[in-house]
């Protein structure tokens, strides 16, 4: 299917983002102090950049582990049912973790992974978005560590992408559709 024309606007830029996590390390870091080893979980594919430069802000021992769900395959709209396309490779019975997640729109999906996982008794599961659109909210669920709280937009960047495109962007941005020429 043609894609629509359209452009970035920088919404987030690099340097913001970058500040934002040395913060966040910090405060999971505390939350974090007596782990022998934290489970950071990472949802594939939009917090792959996300989960790259947290950990290695992160003054803890790690160990990284990805889960993927189905997200909304081409199109901007989100869908309500959500499937485990990927699985941990790593138990998590007992253990410190940290979900991951790039977004958090509607909800539906941190709501089906946090059930899913919490059902696995870890012994402390939290979870950080990097971003947060309260007003698209349908579910009721809060990450405990967000980065940006941002208006209803479509965004692409740091790794969040618009049909498999715009993941490589250093930065955050919205999408702005422009007339056909
Ligand atoms: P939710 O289940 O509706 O909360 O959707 C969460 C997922 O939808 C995120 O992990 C993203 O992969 C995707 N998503 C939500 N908003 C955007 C966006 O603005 N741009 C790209 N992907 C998005």
């Known amino acids: 299917m043609?894609?629509?024309?359209?452009?970035i606007d920088e919404m987030i830029s690099a340097k913001?983002?970058?500040?934002?996590?040395?913060e966040l390390a910090a405060e999971i870091g505390r939350e974090y102090a007596d782990t022998n080893k934290l489970v950071v979980v990472g949802l594939l594919r939009g917090s792959f950049v996300f989960i790259a430069d947290l950990v290695r802000e992160?003054?803890?021992p790690?160990?990284?582990?990805?889960?993927?769900?189905?997200?909304?395959g081409n199109s901007t709209e989100s869908s309500r049912e959500v499937r485990i396309l990927k699985d941990l490779r790593g138990e998590i019975e007992g253990r410190d973790v940290l979900v991951v997640e790039d977004i958090v729109d509607t909800g539906y999906t941190l709501s089906h992974v946090r059930h899913l996982l919490s059902g696995r008794r870890p012994r402390k599961l939290k979870i950080i978005a990097l971003l947060d659109k309260p007003a698209r909210r349908e579910v009721d669920i809060k990450a405990d560590w967000i980065g940006f709280s941002i208006p209803d937009e479509f965004v692409v960047g740091y790794g969040i992408d618009f049909a498999q495109r715009n993941r490589?962007?250093?930065f955050i941005g919205k999408v702005r559709f422009t007339e056909d020429a």
């Open 2 to 7: 043609p894609q629509r024309p359209y452009v």
């Open 16 to 22: 913001q983002i970058a500040a934002r996590i040395e």
């Open 58 to 60: 992160l003054n803890l």
């Open 62 to 72: 790690v160990e990284v582990d990805f889960l993927e769900a189905s997200s909304y």
């Open 168 to 170: 490589n962007l250093p």
